[in-house]
């Protein structure tokens, strides 16, 4: 087979790039190792930030976004007894976020690529680049006996954390920076009213807690656990006395419990690839970095990457200009660590430390007590979660 651009992995970061090139006329075909139901099954954030929003309505799949998600202007933060609101409106200058679940999102991408008649293989197995360095670089995958060679242009690695891509790329050029936490989050989805028609993300001493939403009939709900916690030894009831707790009164007693439709544990870590271009292989989204969900940062960190790309390829193509694929890695990184920094201070503030000393709970409560008595810190979270500009 031949393809201008091959896309590995066929979670949100491929299948955008992909929908966007092929409308550019730049043709593409997408590897992906699990089934198309594997992947929708995957219960992943739900915050966009307005700029992935508009890379959604320019790729041409952002009309069901539009209808059913949420525009949210603002969030609270529950501490020390308080209910204190983050104005994003207001102190972002005018933008907001859109609430709407990555799952549903990636399913209208998938349906857009089926209306383009857009190439995606599904298990493609053994998926592996060649001749990176070279003008010819190719992408094989296995197909049950069948060995199936793409040559390309370039290849895209938007195949996640435990993807092929990046570990493709000599170790000796490759550097990574990594942080874990000493803590996951423990996660249920119900079919309940949400709690708070905006997020609540809860500090307390007994561990941060959030209160997110799909849509007015279908909440997610967060605790931080240890990460020696099996989700086995969680029950549903042990779930939600544990969130209440967690929760100002107020919000406690209004809490709607039901049965759990999806519960799991995940990990918290930092994570960054440098650098994110290696001769024609191009690395973008999880494949390239991860960041904890405390900033809602996952997928936006990823919307900068595509659209980078989205545009270096297109001038590359029509005018023969490579200066953006030359700059890519730079230009990526830059803002790829900002939301590193955003997602940690995050995460380090509103969570409670194991081996936290006296001292460091003392700054995160200060941390607190200045965001709230500062406009230019408000400013700042604002502007940070509702999104950086590209
Ligand atoms: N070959 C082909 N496909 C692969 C391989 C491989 N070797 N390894 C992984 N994949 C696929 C995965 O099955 C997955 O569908 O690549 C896809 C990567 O998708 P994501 O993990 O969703 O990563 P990305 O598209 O960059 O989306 C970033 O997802 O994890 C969240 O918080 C993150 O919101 C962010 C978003
Ligand atoms: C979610 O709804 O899953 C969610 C929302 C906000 C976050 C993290 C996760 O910061």
Same mark, same amino acid.
């Given at each position: 087979?031949?393809?201008?651009?091959?896309?590995?992995?066929?979670?949100?970061?491929?299948?955008?790039?992909?929908?966007?090139?092929?409308?550019?006329?730049?043709?593409?075909?997408?590897?992906?190792?699990?089934?198309? !139901?594997?992947?929708?099954?995957?219960?992943?954030?739900?915050?966009?930030?307005?700029?992935?929003?508009?890379?959604?309505?320019?790729?041409?799949?952002?009309?069901?976004?539009?209808?059913?998600?949420?525009?949210?202007?603002?969030?609270?933060?529950?501490?020390?007894?308080?209910?204190?609101?983050?104005?994003?409106?207001?102190?972002?200058?005018?933008?907001?976020?859109?609430?709407?679940?990555?799952?549903?999102?990636? *399913?209208?991408?998938?349906?857009?690529?089926?209306?383009?008649?857009? #190439?995606?293989?599904? /298990?493609?197995?053994?998926?592996?680049?060649?001749?990176?360095?070279?003008? /010819?670089?190719?992408?094989?995958?296995?197909?049950?006996?069948?060995?199936?060679?793409?040559?390309?242009?370039?290849?895209?690695?938007?195949?996640?954390?435990?993807?092929?891509?990046?570990?493709?790329?000599?170790?000796?050029?490759?550097?990574?920076?990594?942080?874990?936490?000493?803590?996951?989050?423990?996660?249920?989805?119900?079919?309940?009213?949400?709690?708070? +028609?905006?997020? #609540?993300?809860?500090?307390?001493?007994?561990?941060?807690?959030?209160?997110?939403?799909?849509?007015?009939?279908?909440?997610?709900?967060?605790?931080?656990? +240890?990460?020696?916690? /099996?989700?086995?030894?969680?029950?549903?009831?042990?779930?939600?006395?544990?969130?209440? *707790?967690?929760?100002?009164?107020?919000?406690?007693?209004?809490?709607?419990?039901?049965?759990?439709?999806?519960?799991?544990?995940?990990?918290?870590?930092?994570?960054?690839?440098?650098?994110?271009?290696?001769?024609?292989?191009?690395?973008?989204?999880?494949?390239?970095?991860?960041? +904890?969900?405390?900033?809602?940062?996952?997928?936006?960190?990823?919307?900068?990457?595509?659209?980078?790309?989205?545009?270096?390829?297109?001038?590359?193509?029509?005018?023969?200009?490579?200066?953006?694929?030359?700059?890519?890695?730079?230009?990526?990184?830059?803002?790829?660590?900002?939301?590193?920094?955003?997602?940690?201070?995050?995460?380090?503030?509103?969570?409670?430390? +194991?081996?936290?000393?006296?001292?460091?709970?003392?700054?995160?409560?200060?941390?607190?007590?200045?965001?709230?008595?500062? !406009?230019?810190?408000?400013?700042?979270?604002?502007?940070?979660?509702?999104?950086?500009?590209?």
């Amino acid at each position: 087979m031949k393809t201008q651009v091959c896309i590995i992995g066929g979670g949100p970061s491929g299948l955008m790039l992909s929908q966007l090139l092929h409308r550019k006329g730049i043709d593409t075909i997408v590897l992906e190792r699990q089934s198309r !139901e594997y992947v929708l099954g995957r219960i992943r954030a739900g915050v966009l930030e307005h700029g992935f929003a508009a890379l959604m309505r320019e790729a041409q799949c952002g009309e069901r976004m539009d209808r059913e998600g949420e525009i949210h202007d603002g969030f609270i933060i529950a501490h020390d007894g308080k209910m204190d609101r983050v104005d994003l409106h207001k102190y972002s200058g005018g933008s907001s976020v859109v609430v709407y679940g990555q799952t549903e999102l990636t *399913r209208d991408l998938y349906e857009a690529r089926d209306r383009m008649k857009g #190439i995606v293989i599904h /298990n493609a197995e053994d998926v592996q680049p060649h001749d990176l360095k070279s003008a /010819n670089p190719y992408v094989t995958y296995r197909s049950g006996d069948e060995v199936v060679r793409i040559d390309c242009d370039f290849v895209i690695g938007a195949d996640g954390f435990h993807g092929v891509s990046r570990k493709s790329i000599p170790r000796d050029v490759l550097k990574e920076y990594e942080k874990v936490y000493p803590f996951g989050w423990l996660g249920v989805l119900s079919r309940t009213k949400p709690v708070s +028609p905006e997020l #609540i993300y809860a500090k307390h001493e007994r561990g941060f807690a959030l209160c997110s939403l799909r849509s007015q009939v279908l909440s997610r709900y967060y605790i931080q656990v +240890p990460l020696t916690d /099996n989700v086995e030894d969680w029950s549903d009831d042990a779930f939600w006395a544990e969130l209440k *707790r967690r929760l100002p009164a107020e919000v406690a007693a209004q809490l709607i419990t039901g049965a759990s439709i999806e519960k799991s544990i995940a990990p918290l870590r930092s994570f960054v690839a440098e650098p994110m271009r290696y001769g024609n292989l191009f690395l973008a989204g999880d494949a390239a970095h991860i960041v +904890p969900p405390t900033g809602a940062r996952g997928l936006n960190s990823a919307a900068s990457d595509i659209y980078y790309l989205y545009h270096a390829m297109v001038a590359h193509y029509k005018d023969g200009d490579s200066t953006g694929l030359d700059k890519y890695s730079e230009k990526a990184l830059a803002r790829v660590w900002k939301a590193q920094r955003f997602s940690w201070w995050m995460t380090t503030m509103l969570h409670t430390f +194991p081996d936290s000393i006296a001292y460091d709970q003392k700054l995160q409560d200060t941390d607190l007590a200045y965001l709230f008595s500062s !406009e230019k810190a408000l400013g700042s979270l604002a502007e940070n979660y509702v999104g950086l500009p590209f």
